[in-house]
């Protein structure tokens, strides 16, 4: 495959200009996470999937170039849906696997250091592509000029003498639907709890995980909401992603899948507690978590649809670890931890597409689940995977405990798992104190 080299040149990173794409982890509680951060201060190119096309958009004169090396390669054309787009037409009939594979190999026409790649994220209806239900956009993603890793700053440019050009802005939303795309739809919590009830004792599922949105008026700035994120609540995946006329921040406990050294880590998060005042209210919170039938129930449901899901594209899978507790500023979560080796001929969009989406934000069975959620509500931003997808590696985290804000309004959406075991106010309880921690920041 004849490559498109980009040359990696040093840059500041002064830190003063927001970026278009932050994801840091500034948590260690358990063993699967470490310190780490990433950021995009500068975008050649801006990415975003449809079931029948991927939308490439110059956002800079080097990335007007990029997207000019890559039209003879890719077969592109202008898109008629955004003026200075560029277009590369996805067969909709085809299995999600190959059309996300058309996506995964943009970054790989690239002869560039191994930290170029796609960051931003996919959209929950992704999973309603792989089912053949109505979808919209399944991913929003970046492909950086400029690259900011662990303080480091890089600059990949055709041209190494020519510093890029100016940023060109970009508004996203006239693509996505905004007011949908920020909203979604969905149906009153007693109506969801009687369905899920139902479907529930009828045996046609085992649990259910609907979700409910939340708006405020909000005049605060969607990064400056991510950086007091980062003060108030440590967290694996604090996330944050800039559409232009839309700002996507939060702060998720959650991990959807990792790629790293040639092993693909999950990590199934079900179980929650709100913490105590003090250490003493904290310690009889978590063993009242650790007691909790209904919470071992839906945390051993979940890593067995990560298992099974695990199946088709992977082997050698282990659960590394049963049952934790993790600790965030306003709940206790429990979690578990499982790991395999991607079988020979499967790809990472293979097991992105065999593991949409975890149970815990969905329910189990998760086919029959998503079917149920698809009647009921979208979701857009919200339950899909934050992060980044590059040469050898993939970060992403389940966007939860997050907000999308566009036109001087706050979005959050909450969810918790229905199954048999649980009561109306044990549930509610849990949305809320989900949901404080967000509310607590807009």
Same mark, same amino acid.
């Given at each position: 495959?004849?490559?498109?080299r980009l040359?990696?040149?040093?840059a500041? /990173?002064?830190?003063?200009?927001?970026?278009?794409? /932050?994801?840091?982890?500034?948590?260690?509680?358990?063993?699967?996470?470490?310190?780490?951060?990433?950021?995009?201060?500068?975008?050649?190119?801006s990415?975003?999937?449809?079931?029948?096309?991927?939308?490439?958009?110059?956002?800079?004169?080097?990335?007007?170039?990029?997207?000019?090396?890559?039209?003879?390669l890719?077969?592109?054309?202008?898109?008629?849906?955004?003026?200075?787009?560029?277009?590369?037409?996805?067969?909709?009939?085809?299995?999600?696997?190959?059309?996300?594979?058309?996506?995964?190999?943009l970054?790989?026409?690239?002869?560039?250091?191994?930290?170029?790649?796609?960051?931003?994220f996919?959209c929950?209806?992704?999973?309603?592509?792989?089912?053949?239900?109505?979808?919209?956009?399944?991913?929003?993603?970046?492909?950086?000029?400029?690259?900011?890793v662990?303080?480091?700053?890089v600059?990949?440019?055709?041209?190494?003498?020519?510093?890029?050009?100016?940023?060109?802005?970009?508004?996203?939303?006239?693509?996505?639907?905004?007011?949908?795309?920020?909203?979604?739809?969905?149906?009153?919590?007693?109506?969801?709890?009687?369905i899920?009830?139902?479907?529930?004792?009828?045996?046609?599922?085992?649990s259910?995980?609907?979700?409910?949105?939340?708006?405020?008026?909000?005049?605060?700035?969607?990064?400056?909401?991510?950086?007091?994120?980062?003060?108030?609540?440590?967290?694996?995946?604090?996330?944050?992603?800039?559409?232009?006329?839309?700002?996507?921040?939060?702060?998720?406990?959650?991990?959807?899948?990792?790629?790293?050294?040639?092993?693909?880590?999950?990590?199934?998060?079900?179980?929650?507690?709100?913490r105590?005042?003090?250490?003493?209210?904290?310690?009889?919170?978590?063993e009242k978590?650790?007691?909790?039938?209904?919470?071992?129930?839906?945390?051993?449901?979940?890593?067995?649809?990560?298992?099974?899901?695990?199946?088709?594209?992977?082997?050698?899978?282990?659960?590394?670890?049963?049952?934790?507790?993790?600790?965030?500023?306003?709940?206790?979560?429990?979690?578990?931890?499982?790991? @395999?080796?991607?079988?020979?001929?499967? %790809?990472?969009?293979? /097991?992105?597409?065999?593991?949409?989406?975890?149970?815990?934000v969905?329910?189990?069975?998760?086919?029959a689940a998503?079917?149920?959620?698809?009647?009921?509500?979208?979701?857009?931003?919200? @339950?899909?995977?934050?992060?980044?997808?590059c040469?050898?590696?993939?970060e992403?985290? %389940?966007?939860?405990?997050?907000?999308?804000?566009?036109?001087?309004?706050? %979005? %959050?959406?909450?969810?918790?798992?229905l199954?048999?075991?649980?009561?109306?106010?044990?549930?509610r309880?849990?949305?809320?104190?989900k949901?404080?921690?967000?509310?607590?920041?807009?």
């Open positions: 495959m004849s490559k498109i040359h990696s040149v040093p500041p /990173a002064d830190g003063r200009q927001a970026p278009l794409f /932050a994801l840091q982890c500034n948590y260690d509680y358990t063993a699967k996470y470490a310190h780490h951060a990433r950021a995009v201060e500068r975008a050649a190119l990415a975003l999937l449809f079931a029948d096309r991927i939308a490439l958009l110059p956002r800079s004169r080097n990335g007007v170039r990029i997207a000019e090396a890559l039209a003879p890719l077969g592109l054309s202008p898109d008629p849906a955004a003026p200075g787009a560029f277009r590369l037409p996805l067969d909709p009939d085809a299995p999600l696997a190959e059309r996300l594979q058309q996506l995964l190999d970054p790989a026409r690239f002869d560039a250091d191994p930290h170029f790649g796609l960051y931003g996919f929950y209806e992704l999973i309603h592509a792989k089912l053949g239900l109505g979808s919209g956009v399944l991913g929003v993603f970046h492909l950086p000029e400029r690259l900011i662990d303080g480091v700053a600059d990949y440019l055709l041209d190494p003498a020519d510093a890029g050009g100016e940023a060109w802005p970009l508004a996203l939303g006239p693509l996505l639907n905004a007011d949908d795309f920020a909203a979604g739809r969905g149906q009153p919590y007693p109506r969801m709890y009687d899920a009830s139902q479907r529930i004792a009828d045996g046609a599922l085992r259910l995980n609907p979700s409910f949105a939340i708006q405020r008026s909000c005049s605060r700035d969607g990064y400056r909401i991510h950086r007091d994120l980062l003060q108030r609540n440590p967290a694996p995946y604090n996330l944050y992603f800039d559409g232009g006329d839309f700002q996507l921040a939060g702060s998720s406990p959650a991990m959807f899948l990792r790629l790293r050294d040639g092993r693909l880590s999950t990590s199934p998060i079900c179980g929650t507690v709100a105590g005042r003090d250490e003493a209210e904290d310690r009889l919170q978590v978590l650790l007691a909790s039938d209904k919470d071992r129930f839906e945390l051993e449901e979940c890593v067995r649809a990560d298992i099974l899901a695990k199946e088709a594209s992977c082997e050698d899978i282990r659960v590394d670890v049963a049952r934790e507790v993790e600790r965030f500023a306003n709940v206790f979560h429990a979690s578990a931890s499982v790991s @395999a080796r991607l079988k020979p001929g499967k %790809t990472l969009a293979d /097991a992105i597409c065999d593991h949409l989406w975890p149970a815990t969905v329910g189990t069975p998760v086919d998503a079917r149920l959620l698809a009647e009921h509500e979208t979701r857009r931003w919200y @339950a899909g995977a934050f992060g980044y997808l040469a050898d590696e993939a992403l985290g %389940t966007v939860i405990r997050s907000a999308l804000l566009a036109h001087g309004m706050a %979005t %959050t959406r909450v969810g918790s798992t199954s048999a075991r649980s009561s109306p106010e044990l549930e309880g849990e949305l809320e104190a949901a404080s921690l967000i509310l607590g920041v807009l």
